[in-house]
Each structure stands twice: as C-alpha cells, then as structure tokens.
DNA sequence: TGTTAGCACTCATTGACCTTGACTGCTAAC
DNA sequence: GTTAGCAGTCAAGGTCAATGAGTGCTAACA
C-alpha cells in the first residue's frame, strides 16, 4: 500500500499522482498530462489541481518536463522512490509461473544449462534482455584419483572430489608407463593426496610429499610435476567464467534506444563478457534483489538503464548471478515478481 | 585481372565499369553516378558513354537504379558476376595476418575456444558478424573403459576412445559395489566393448553380448544397460552441438540495417541457435569458401545479406563451420581473404 | 559506328514557414 | 484549498519552393 503519511515532503496525494505518472509512463513512454491522470484516475481532481502538484513534483525532483509545455516524466528520484516505498508486487499469471518453474526444473542439477534456461524464462516473460553468469572454481578437495592408461606415456587421470564432482584430464608423463605400473601411480596419489584441497597443491610441502613417496614405492620422482600441474588444471583454474546473454533484439523494441547511437552502446557493453561479469558480480549480498535505476549505474552506458539483479544459490551454494536489464521505465514490479518467482522455485529444489 | 573477353554479353568495358559501381558502393553505400566514375577512374570515356554502357547494365540485370534520377547500385546478380570473375584476392595487413596466426595458434588444441577465437579475429578485422559452430559427436570407437568408485552405487565412467580422446560419466548403478567390484566390471566391459563404435551399441547383439559376459563372470548383468546407456550419452550426443556469435553490435553500422525493423529481424536470426545451426550446416564442401548473395539465402530475413561461410577442419577432421554475414555489399575480397589466411594458417598447424 | 556535349526532365533532400494540438503556468473566482 | 479559463510554449507534421544530383535523349562529331 501507499504509505499512509508524508514521506520525504510526499502527502500522500503527491504520491498518488506520482505512481500514477510512472505507471503511465512505463506503458507509454510518452510524458504524462495533467490532463490524463484526471481523466484515468479517479482521484476527485480537477487538471488544474494535479497540476499545481506535478510542479511541486517537479520542484523536488520527482519528475522532469522534457520541454516547457510537456507532460512529466519521472526522474531516476522518482523511480528510486517508487521502487522503494510504493511499488507492489505484481501477480504472474499462471502460464508465466509454469514457464519458470517447469524451465528451472529441468535443468536443475545441471548447473550451466540452469542458469541459461533461467535467464531465457526471465527474458522471454519479460522482454527485457537478461544476463546470467555461471559460478566457476570452488575449493575442490580431492577425494580419489586414478590414472587410465590411454596410449604409451599419455594416462588419463580421473579426479573424485569430496563433493562427487568427477574430472579428467590427461597428462603425458615422462615415459612410457605400464598398465600396472599406471596402476600402482593411481595408488599412491590416491592415497598421498585424498583429502588434499587443490587450493594447497602449490604448497612445497604436498610437492616434497609427493616425490618422497614416490621415491619409497620405486617410482620415478620425475612423474610429480606433471601430474600435480594437471591436477591444478583440471580443478583450480576449471572453464573460464561464462556469461550468457539472451533477449538481446529485446533492446531495440524500446524507443528509447531507437536513436542508433545508443542502441549501439548497449550492444556493445551486451558483447563484452568481461564488462558483464564486473557489473553483474558487485555488491551482491543474500537473496536480496538489488535495483540501479539509471544513473546511479557506474557505467555511463547504462545510465539511461536500470539494471536488476540477483544472486543465485542452491542450498546456500552459489551457482551465479542474474541481471535484468532495461531502460529507467522497466516494469520493476513485474521483474521482481518473476524473479522471486525464480528464486522461491529454486528454494522448494 | 579481368577477363580479356565477352563474358555473359558483357565485355571488357562493361565489366570494369560494373566492378567500379560495385567498388564504390561497397565503400559508399550511395547509388553511383556515371559522372563520379568518369572523373574518379582513368577509363578514358565521358559521362555520357559511362551513361550508356550503365543503362545496358541495367538492361540486363547487373545494376539497378533506385529511382527515376538517381546513380546506380548493383544488384544480387550482379555481385554473383563480380564475385565469381572479378574480384581479386585483398593482401592483409602484417597486423591482420599476425592476428589470425596469433588468435588460431594460442587456442589450437582447444577446439572450443579455438572456433571461438576464430570467430573473434574475423569479426575484429572485417567489422562484419560472425558466427561459428562447433563440431559435436563424432562416430568414436571404444579403445578402453574404466570405472572409478565415486561413492557407495555411483561410479565414474572413463571411456578412452580410438582417437585417444577421453571422456566420463557417472553412473549410478543398481546395487552399491565395491572398489574390488568395480575394479572386475572395468575388466569385463573393456575386454568386450573393446574396437566397438558407438553407433552400434543399440545393436541387440552387443546389449546380449554383454550380458552373457557378466553372466559368465558371476556379475549381475541388471548393470549392462544402465552402463551401456551411459556410454551411449558420453559419447553419442555429446554436449550440446556450440553456436558462438561474435559482432552482433556490427550489423547496427550498417545504414541498410538503420531501419529499426530490419535490425530487430536480424538480430532475432542471430539469436536463434537453432536457425543458425541450420544456416552455417547446409551444402558446404571440402576447403571450398561459399558466398551466397541475397536473395539467393533461402531466409527471407536474410535476403538484403551475404553470408561467406567455410568448413574448418585440422588434419582433415571436422572441427566446425565459420559464417560472415553482412549486407549484400559487403566486402567478399576482404573477407575472403581473411578466411583463406585463416584456413591456411590452420592448415599449417 | 562509336563517342560526346548539351539540354530537358526527374526526383530526393533540405529548409522555411505555417498550422495544429497538446500541454503548462498563472490569475482570478469560487 | 480548489477550480475554470486563458495566454503562452513547443513539438510534430504538412506544404512549398529551391537546390542539386542524376539520367535519358538528341544531335553533332570523329
């Protein structure tokens, strides 16, 4: 509900009118009259009334007028306030929880193709372009490993962590190694390095352990290196961090982004996964869902965008982050709503 | 050079003049004059003649003119002469040749990377968007099997295959099973899916085979489908066949895409995997680089486009397909170029 | 017979100008 | 405090003429 009180200078007549502009504008783009809100709202006020308020909207920075004799338009204020104090939420529709639910659902478990799917749920209900990062590295700790011999000096080696997350890889070792001498490496590894976190693999003590035992089962101390390399490859640095960016036509529906120029800076800021992935991961705490309305943006981009975002997480693991993104007009209600939607689905598992 | 002769009724004259018109409006995207031609290239010949040669052209089909007084732009036929008889082969650049050696070389190996890479340096260099597939399931043959113990019934699968390449799986199998156990169907599955190919092990008689083996090693032959299932996913489908797109922002410079309509259908086909992946597959063969020219692309959107698209293999396997799409006055000696320099330095290896 | 100069004609583009209509701000009355 | 009414502002859109970039055609020329 509104607030019942004044707020920040707002009586709560001010505020009504300024809902009413922003609602209004989200749908048309277009300033709003004074004219208009009297007619469509029921508020018992003549044009001139809700003009005189407009001004002293405008006077504190709620809205803007474009032009001398035009309508109002909400300023990033007038969103931020909007968004903190009387936005509610907004119903979906029933198709539109089953479309998130039954995408989520799917790919759940399979961590890279979630996100993907849930960026492209969110896009395709929305309309606005959605970008989802997926979660790289964690601190895996290594909990069985064997070494498969592939082709003469060349194992492939097959790394258990604690979490059952299975990795391979393969390394050439110096020499040609049998099946049983492949074997009898396995061994050894396995048991030198169950419990070992891949974070501590550089450490010269697990370095020195390693080529001791080695050396007591008569194996060659020369293996160590390439085979602890490998291990620190296939786990620590893992894929590079992936970025996924659907609904990117999306951008050009708006006419805010008619004009060619801009429409070609959001593009290109969409095409930089490196530029994305800073945006997306700052400051992003707990389940809370987090809105930059214009430019309160860093980026001089997208100062004309509001972005929304959100942390992504399965049983407290973080899996990556989400971010809506379009102009200062979104429907902040009804991005919210679906990804609460979202994240309350994900919650259930 | 330029045929000495007729060609299609056209003769030496006419052909240089349409090269000239095709020339300019690559760079200009303007309707050409027949005055700008006189003055800017040495033909020896007026206006006037220019004039006249340019209405036969039109005549027969290889340029058009906008309207009643304007210059003349080529049309898809006419492009399809320039492109098949004209065009020479542009010389890069050092730079540009040091950027596709130095992006192919760094991710050689990496077959996903290096598509994208590739994708990249070609959309850095000609301004044009690119997109790349990458290849999925080959036919592979089974060389070795291995089954690691993961966790009480859930085991790893490694699976080595004739081109030594590796992959794995888990599997759950119905029963928990010891390291010992395991250690016995490794042996078991390895000797008797041995040089089979992964095509055939819908085969009945593989799936019996199998059977009877674990039968005869007092194994209980409930696990041969669920393992010989898993085999199939890891090496049947794979993951997911790869689109990368690179440049989408390009296709905004260009002032035929200015028409907000025009750029929304465009990225909308870039956007849609699926039709990309039907787009780059069809009819490519050998080394062979393939233009299509507007209107000769079966999709309607693509009908103001020219897609130049190759095959990428090394050492004769098929790594992907590499597509450059832009308007139809794109520049097909730039880009032919830079995609010869490509497949020659991946050729070199 | 091929080439060219010259002229008439066409048409997109541009800018000036005007009209329209959608607004606001202000003032005076309620 | 609210409202009616009016003057003033400004964007958008339409008309019109001027401009200039082109072509097509014809007649003259080599």
Sequence with gaps: MLLGGAYLGLNDRKMKI????????????????SRTIAKKYDFGLSSATIRNEMSDLEEMGYVVAPHASSGRIPSDKGYRLYV????????????????????LQQEMGRMESLMQEMARAISYITNYTTVATQQTAKQHIIKHIQLVPVDGAVVAMVIVTA??????????????????????????????LGGVGVGELGNVLYISMMRHQFGQEGLDTAMVD??????????????PQQVHTVGIKNILEFPEFADLEK????MGILEEKDELLALLSGGLTGDKIHITIGAENQ?????????????????QQF???????GPTRMDYAQVMSVLQTALATLGLK
Tied chains: 1, 2.
């Excluded at 903190?84 to 995408?103: F, N």
């Excluded at 391979?168 to 590894?189: D, E, F, G, R």
């Excluded at 390439?226 to 894929?239: H, S």
Aim: glycine share 2%; aromatic share 2%.
């Design 226 to 239: 390439p085979l602890l390399e490998a291990i620190y490859n296939a786990l620590g640095t893992g894929e």
């Design 18 to 33: 300024l809902a009413a502009i922003i609602k209004d504008y989200i749908v048309t783009a277009e300033p709003i009259a």
């Design 299 to 315: 980026e001089q981009i997208l100062q004309n965008c509001s972005v929304i975002r959100a942390k992504i997480s399965i049983d």
């Design 263 to 266: 429409a070609r800076a959001i």
């Design 84 to 103: 903190d104090q009387v936005m509610k939420r907004r119903k979906l529709t029933t198709e539109q929880q089953a479309l998130i639910v039954q995408a």
């Design 319 to 325: 899996c990556g982050n989400i971010a809506i993104i």
């Design 163 to 192: 979490e059952n997350e299975v990795r391979n890889c393969t390394v050439v070792l110096p020499m040609s190694a049998s099946p049983a001498l492949v074997a009898k490496i396995s061994k050894v590894m396995s048991r030198t």
